[in-house]
């Protein structure tokens, strides 16, 4: 699949939200699990959202109760609503697909398929 961030990324200021779009094109989207990654400068490229086939989604701790994962299949598109945004969350985003049984751990490894990213930056 070739992934594309389409939009959403930006300058807010904390407590604010952005939404995060990710389009896909070729015939599995449907079948495959979608994840949402961050990097920020000097650290570790980390989970933060994945959504399976079914609709199953999984969070990291961090991001928990703020962000919401979703997918249209009709649309191929992923998205990544973010509220109450907080200054540590600033990094660049990317969106991300695989076929792996063990996405919902949301490692890199994981997932093959990788969209070329989108800065989000939090002022405090």
């Known amino acids: 699949q070739i992934l594309q961030v389409e939009s959403g990324g930006g300058l807010v200021q904390a407590g604010g939200s952005l939404r995060l779009s990710c389009t896909a094109s070729?015939?599995?989207?449907?079948?495959?699990?979608m994840g949402w990654f961050r990097q920020a400068p000097g650290k570790e490229r980390e989970g933060v959202a994945g959504?399976?086939?079914?609709?199953?989604?999984r969070y990291a701790d961090s991001v928990k109760g703020r962000f919401t994962i979703s997918k249209d299949n009709a649309k191929h598109t992923l998205y990544l609503q973010m509220n109450n945004l907080k200054p540590e969350d600033t990094a660049v985003y990317y969106c991300?697909?695989?076929?792996?049984?063990?996405?919902?751990?949301?490692?890199?490894?994981?997932?093959?398929?990788w969209g070329q990213g989108t800065q989000v930056t939090v002022s405090s």
């Open positions: 991300a697909a695989g076929q792996s049984r063990q996405w919902y751990l949301l490692r890199p490894p994981y997932f093959d398929d």
């Open positions: 070729g015939l599995a989207f449907a079948d495959a699990a």
């Open positions: 959504i399976n086939s079914v609709g199953t989604t």
